[in-house]
């Protein structure tokens, strides 16, 4: 989806030039990397509430030689899947630890375990005994991830990169009053409504949802929404808004096409026929001319 979304912030035009990329849950961040990386965006700011996986960033950011050469140094067994998971089991229990012992226990549990969620009830890739196709190592080249590491460092005392921690809602809602709102393109990935509390840390409430969708139809800022497929995204918690519907392509099980919606701002510039993916079909789900003619059909409250 990189293409698509560096083109999305070239289109986009203002009373100020849009030159941040903000992503308020941020995760891995592959999106806005992947920006910096193609020189597609100027700079990026990254929030994210996990309080592992904003050591991570932080010791990225702050101290990208050391993280990496701790990660250029790590020889991934079952052992040291443990060892990391129980950092995060005291970072959970209260425990105040530092960035770079917490980010380092971040990293391994995310690159060693089956989900990649960063948190203690995760289990290994390869399972207890590591006696399959794949370990724990089976995602871990250490020279390459280290590299990574000083990739992200580089950006961050370059300053195209920034990160804080906190509350995406509450970082979303304080743009408006920011004075920089105009500067910004908002990439909101949120949980997914279906499966987001198995599939993340941090979970979301259906209240949490609604927050966040009263907070986004009030932003002034331009953004763009990605959700799962379900029908309270357009008919509940944007029901006035443009919605793409589109292909993701999974071959995890059995080779299938699944579906996901993007939301997008009234004040967000986008091509009438846009292709989010290099493969797969996307098609308005509501388009701008919907919204005009109020004719789309609307489900039963």
């Given at each position: 989806?990189?293409?698509?979304?560096?083109?999305?912030?070239?289109?986009?035009?203002?009373?100020?030039?849009?030159?941040?990329?903000?992503?308020?849950?941020?995760?891995?961040?592959?999106?806005?990397?992947?920006?910096?990386?193609?020189?597609?965006?100027?700079?990026?700011?990254?929030?994210?509430?996990?309080?592992?996986?904003?050591?991570?960033?932080?010791?990225?950011?702050?101290?990208?030689?050391?993280?990496?050469?701790?990660?250029?140094?790590?020889?991934?067994?079952?052992?040291?899947?443990?060892?990391?998971?129980?950092?995060?089991?005291?970072?959970?229990?209260?425990?105040?630890?530092?960035?770079?012992?917490?980010?380092?226990?971040?990293?391994?549990?995310?690159?060693?375990?089956?989900?990649?969620?960063?948190?203690?009830?995760?289990?290994?890739?390869?399972?207890?005994?590591?006696?399959?196709?794949?370990?724990?190592?089976?995602?871990?080249n250490a020279a390459e991830l280290a590299e990574r590491i000083r990739r992200v460092h580089r950006f961050a005392q370059q300053g195209q990169l920034r990160f804080g921690e906190g509350d995406a809602i509450a970082h979303i809602a304080d743009l408006n009053d920011s004075g920089i709102g105009d500067e910004l393109l908002l990439f909101v990935d949120p949980p997914y409504l279906r499966e987001g509390n198995r599939l993340y840390a941090n979970g979301m409430t259906a209240?949490?949802?609604?927050?966040?969708?009263?907070?986004?139809?009030?932003?002034?800022?331009?953004?763009?929404?990605?959700?799962?497929?379900?029908?309270?995204?357009?008919?509940?918690?944007?029901?006035?808004?443009?919605?793409?519907?589109?292909?993701?392509?999974?071959?995890?099980?059995?080779?299938?096409?699944?579906?996901?919606?993007?939301?997008?701002?009234?004040?967000?510039?986008?091509?009438?026929?846009?292709?989010?993916?290099?493969?797969?079909?996307?098609?308005?789900?509501?388009?701008?001319?919907?919204?005009?003619?109020?004719?789309?059909?609307?489900?039963?409250?």
């Open positions: 989806m990189s293409g698509f979304l560096g083109g999305l912030f070239a289109d986009q035009t203002g009373p100020m030039d849009i030159e941040i990329w903000m992503e308020p849950f941020a995760g891995g961040a592959g999106a806005g990397l992947a920006l910096l990386a193609a020189g597609r965006v100027p700079e990026v700011w990254l929030v994210d509430q996990n309080p592992a996986l904003s050591a991570m960033w932080r010791a990225m950011c702050d101290q990208g030689e050391e993280l990496a050469a701790r990660v250029a140094a790590t020889v991934p067994n079952l052992a040291v899947w443990h060892e990391a998971k129980a950092v995060l089991q005291a970072s959970e229990a209260g425990e105040q630890l530092e960035d770079l012992d917490l980010g380092l226990a971040a990293f391994l549990v995310n690159r060693c375990s089956r989900s990649g969620i960063v948190n203690s009830r995760v289990g290994p890739i390869g399972g207890k005994h590591q006696d399959g196709r794949w370990t724990v190592a089976s995602r871990f209240a949490d949802h609604q927050a966040l969708a009263d907070t986004l139809n009030t932003c002034q800022t331009p953004w763009l929404l990605t959700y799962d497929n379900e029908p309270l995204v357009p008919d509940r918690l944007y029901p006035d808004c443009r919605v793409l519907a589109y292909e993701i392509p999974n071959t995890a099980n059995q080779q299938r096409v699944a579906w996901e919606y993007a939301v997008l701002s009234d004040n967000l510039r986008i091509d009438n026929d846009p292709q989010l993916l290099r493969r797969g079909d996307a098609v308005w789900l509501r388009s701008e001319a919907d919204l005009r003619a109020q004719t789309w059909p609307r489900r039963a409250a």
